[in-house]
Structures are given as structure tokens and as C-alpha cells.
């Protein structure tokens, strides 16, 4: 079996422990740890009382809306997580490359309407789209378009190579 990372090119290791090593890493990390920690703060708190004041359809839309929120968020943290592994040295960046590391796309649920929902959650489900939106940006420049640079087809190389087969290296 192949090691999938093998295929890694050595600049988007660089490019990888640049970002974990930057200003922007640190300002997106903070900022994803602590609407974390407000938002469970939110759901354990004030978040309680509110839901329970609400009309049933309006419930039963925050329950799925703040399950949505959880789920959005845990997968933030996650992926910022991974990138603080490769900042201190715990991962290495080429196996930070891997799928199962790679932030998923939401499914294309229908919103609640945010008229009948608390303000407390339309506020961290805005915030968190956000974020989501701003770490799925850097998800992809990172990781799917890089590799899609390090798949494209090299036709000078194909000749070089084509050429050493033919007479051989020099």
C-alpha cells in the first residue's frame, strides 16, 4: 500500500508550516477556540432559558440550528487543531495533507427562519459561518488546489523524462 502523503511536494509542506507559524494562524485560531467556548457557554447557559420560552416549530428549528452550529464548529477546531500539531512540531505537515484532515463541506440543509430563533444563537451561528467560510477558504487554497498544482501535467518534464530513458542520464 502507498503511503498517500509520499506524493507531497515539498513546497506545500513549506507552505503548510508557513501558514501554522503566522499572525493569521494565531488571530484564526484564537478567534475559532473561543467562539468554541462561548458557544457551549451560550448552549449550557442562556441558551437553555431561551429555548424554552420558544414556540414549538421555533424549538424544534433551534434544536436543529444549534446542532448545526455545534457540528460546523467542531469542525473548525478540529481543522485548526491539526494545523497547531504541525506549528509545534507534533505532525508533520505532509500528513496534515491527508482526506480525513480535510475540512467537509456542509450539507445545503434549508435555515431556520432567524426571526423566530433567539438572538444569542442567530449571533454565533453568524459568527461561525464566518469563520467556517474563512477556514474552508484556506482549506482549499491550502490543500485541494495545491494538489491540484502538484497533479497538472508537466509536458517539459514529460520530454526531459522521455529524453533520459531514450539516451540516458548525462
Not at 12 to 18: E, H, L, S
Request: glycine letters at 4%.
Amino acid at each position: 500500500m502507498t503511503d498517500p502523503n509520499a506524493s507531497t511536494a515539498p513546497w506545500r509542506a513549506g507552505v503548510i508550516q508557513d501558514f501554522a507559524r503566522s499572525e493569521l494562524f494565531d488571530r484564526t485560531f484564537d478567534e475559532g477556540m473561543l467562539l468554541v467556548e462561548e458557544t457551549a457557554a451560550y448552549l449550557d447557559g442562556a441558551g437553555r432559558h431561551d429555548s424554552k420560552i420558544l414556540s414549538r416549530n421555533a424549538a424544534l428549528a433551534y434544536a436543529s440550528e444549534s446542532m448545526r452550529l455545534t457540528t460546523r464548529l467542531m469542525q473548525v477546531a478540529s481543522w485548526l487543531l491539526v494545523q497547531r500539531a504541525v506549528k509545534e512540531g507534533e505532525m508533520a505537515p505532509e500528513a496534515a495533507c491527508a482526506e480525513n484532515y480535510r475540512l467537509a463541506l456542509e450539507a445545503g440543509e434549508q435555515q431556520a427562519a432567524v426571526e423566530d430563533l433567539p438572538f444569542g444563537l442567530v449571533s454565533l451561528l453568524q459568527r461561525s459561518e464566518r469563520l467556517y467560510e474563512r477556514v474552508r477558504h484556506l482549506d482549499q487554497r491550502m490543500y485541494v488546489e495545491a494538489a491540484a498544482v502538484d497533479e497538472a501535467p508537466r509536458p517539459v518534464q514529460a520530454q526531459f523524462d522521455r529524453l533520459t530513458a531514450a539516451f540516458g542520464a548525462a
